[in-house]
């Protein structure tokens, strides 16, 4: 469980909204009769839409004495957080929230999630122990408050064009898994020469553009490396193991084994079949077809070993939401045991019940059996969710700026000493 600060402090979030934990004080009118509940969330995918849907029109059928509709409202602003939260300055305040997990810790820390873990626990059914912990520990607090449900818990894998690295003449990637040779410097050599042989991609992290920093530093795990110490309080870029792994990934975008930096432009889509490796979620495999032969792959082991990731949103009921307890009963249902597997179908689900290749197979139904094993059910127990802050919006922008330099061939030990100098006074407070 992490540490927290005062429940009272002060938070920015992407420079937007600014409110203590007095400012989000709850309003739960205890009017009479039913109310009508809204949920924002990301994602406009008909599909997820239909579904949430679904579960909550049957919540209504069922308790209709307390909650009359259920209305999901995807926020259209392209930065999501900068549009809930200006939603919510504005008043005009959603009962519950997707949270994306580089949120998550400041949006707990501030007071604008609800505390729900009374509700979940008297829910009939709900076992919430069957929650995997270190899914639920960035959604607590120290006094064992639980203010969101990981619903989606999806780990990083490595796709591998096979078509690719065979017209390459390199090794079969996949016969590699388990063996001394799985690492990342190997998979950044074949990278490399497919990228000299075919001209095509080497590796690819598609979510990662300077902005999207912590998709690369994510992967500093497997050298040691981290961006700050566990409490928050320290900067580690300029770390040993940082500054090794930067280096590396450095030297990798010179020799053609990862794409140059352009910009904010996206990298390939490993869809397009141009593409060696791609380091992305289970959700990637949903755009792919039978063109290329193609596999899905645990992480390789960098020099400190194998360190698996997870990915995670979690959804919270507002502190300032008029109908907290009418939207806290609705979380438990949404995402008791019966639901979490039907959401399994889009999201990789927290409950340790529901970690088996049958309910995993409706989230990918492309992968093969041992693929939904080796690279989901057995590295997600341990995995790590992706590095996150109290503070995080704070300085960002300062890493971003920080970390140009190493994207375009500059001294990384510079930078990442200047990064430190940037924003070190903010993690300390």
């Not at 406009?44 to 509709?69: K, P, R, T």
């Not at 079969?172 to 410097?185: A, K, M, N, R």
Request: hydrophobic content about 40%; glycine content about 8%; charged content about 15%.
């Amino acid at each position: 469980m992490r540490a927290t600060r005062s429940r009272g402090a002060a938070i920015a979030l992407t420079g937007v909204l600014a409110v203590s934990l007095s400012a989000c004080a709850g309003t739960d009118s205890g009017a009479s009769g039913p109310v009508d509940l809204t949920m924002a969330l990301w994602s406009s995918n008909e599909g997820h839409l239909a579904l949430l849907q679904e579960i909550g029109d049957a919540y209504v059928e069922e308790h209709g004495d307390e909650v009359a509709s259920i209305t999901f409202e995807p926020v259209t602003n392209p930065d999501y957080i900068a549009g809930l939260t200006t939603q919510i300055a504005g008043g005009d305040v959603p009962d519950l929230a997707w949270i994306p997990e580089a949120s998550g810790p400041e949006f707990v820390d501030s007071g604008i999630l609800h505390d729900v873990r009374e509700t979940l626990e008297n829910a009939d059914g709900y076992d919430l122990d069957d929650i995997l912990p270190a899914a639920l520990a960035p959604w607590q607090d120290d006094n064992g408050g639980v203010y969101a449900y990981p619903f989606s818990n999806s780990p990083f894998a490595l796709y591998v064009n096979d078509d690719l690295v065979a017209a390459a003449g390199q090794p079969d990637v996949e016969s590699l898994v388990g063996t001394p040779d799985y690492t990342w410097q190997t998979v950044a050599d074949i990278a490399a020469a497919v990228n000299s042989e075919t001209g095509a991609a080497g590796l690819n992290v598609p979510t990662f553009n300077p902005t999207n920093w912590s998709a690369v530093t994510m992967l500093g795990n497997a050298w040691g490396a981290a961006p700050w110490s566990e409490d928050g309080t320290t900067c580690e870029f300029a770390s040993p193991e940082m500054i090794e792994y930067l280096t590396w990934y450095q030297d990798q975008i010179d020799r053609g084994a990862i794409p140059a930096v352009s910009g904010n432009a996206a990298p390939a889509a490993f869809a397009s079949g141009d593409v060696a490796f791609s380091v992305a979620q289970l959700s990637q495999s949903g755009s792919l077809d039978d063109s290329f032969e193609w596999s899905f792959l645990p992480l390789p082991a960098g020099p400190e070993g194998y360190h698996p990731i997870v990915g995670q949103a979690g959804v919270s009921v507002l502190e300032r939401s008029e109908n907290q307890d009418q939207a806290a009963g609705f979380l438990a249902y949404l995402t008791n045991p019966t639901n979490a597997e039907l959401l399994a179908q889009f999201f990789p689900p927290p409950r340790e019940s529901l970690l088996n290749v049958e309910t995993l197979s409706q989230a990918a139904p492309k992968l093969s059996p041992e693929e939904i094993q080796s690279a989901i059910i057995d590295v997600v127990p341990d995995a790590s969710v992706k590095p996150q802050h109290p503070v995080l919006s704070q300085f960002s922008d300062k890493v971003r700026a920080g970390l140009d330099p190493v994207w375009s061939g500059g001294d990384v030990e510079t930078a990442v000493t200047g990064i430190c100098e940037q924003i070190s006074p903010t993690l300390k407070g």
